[in-house]
């Protein structure tokens, strides 16, 4: 039998969560501008981030998204994010907030 896929909440809450855990202070907030723009900014240090929370892999995007991650992404940190690469995603966020030697500031 085959897993059920998180309700896309429920998965944002447990990220937003274990990202919180490792970055003590870190600010995330829910963006609600433009269509497209995606879902949470991360806030840590001189750093920020993006990212736009889908069900699953093959969930469709709305106008507008993938413009915006990859315009944000050439600024700063964006990605689609998503069950299926959650682990890669969160190493690389780990990896962009993190001091020179690579551990949690």
Same mark, same amino acid.
């Not at 995330?28 to 699953?56: C, M, N, T």
């Not at 413009?67 to 966020?93: C, G, Q």
């Given at each position: 039998?085959?897993?059920?896929?998180?309700?896309?909440?429920?998965?944002?809450?447990?990220? $937003?969560?274990? $990202?919180?855990?490792?970055?003590?202070?870190? !600010?995330?907030?829910? #963006?609600?501008?433009?269509?497209? $723009?995606?879902?949470?900014?991360? #806030? @840590?240090?001189?750093? &920020?981030?993006? #990212?736009?929370?889908?069900?699953?892999?093959?969930?469709?995007?709305?106008?507008?998204?993938? &413009? @915006?991650?990859?315009?944000?992404?050439?600024?700063?940190?964006?990605?689609? $994010?998503?069950?299926?690469?959650?682990?890669?995603?969160?190493?690389? #966020? !780990?990896?962009?907030?993190?001091?020179?030697?690579?551990?949690?500031?």
């Amino acid at each position: 039998m085959a897993k059920p896929k998180p309700i896309e909440s429920s998965f944002e809450r447990h990220f $937003i969560k274990k $990202i919180k855990d490792l970055f003590p202070g870190m !600010i995330v907030k829910k #963006l609600h501008d433009a269509q497209g $723009i995606p879902d949470r900014l991360f #806030l @840590y240090g001189s750093k &920020w981030a993006v #990212l736009e929370f889908k069900r699953s892999a093959d969930e469709s995007h709305q106008p507008n998204q993938d &413009w @915006y991650v990859h315009t944000m992404n050439k600024m700063s940190f964006a990605r689609f $994010i998503f069950p299926e690469n959650s682990k890669e995603v969160l190493e690389d #966020l !780990i990896q962009f907030f993190s001091d020179q030697k690579g551990q949690p500031q």
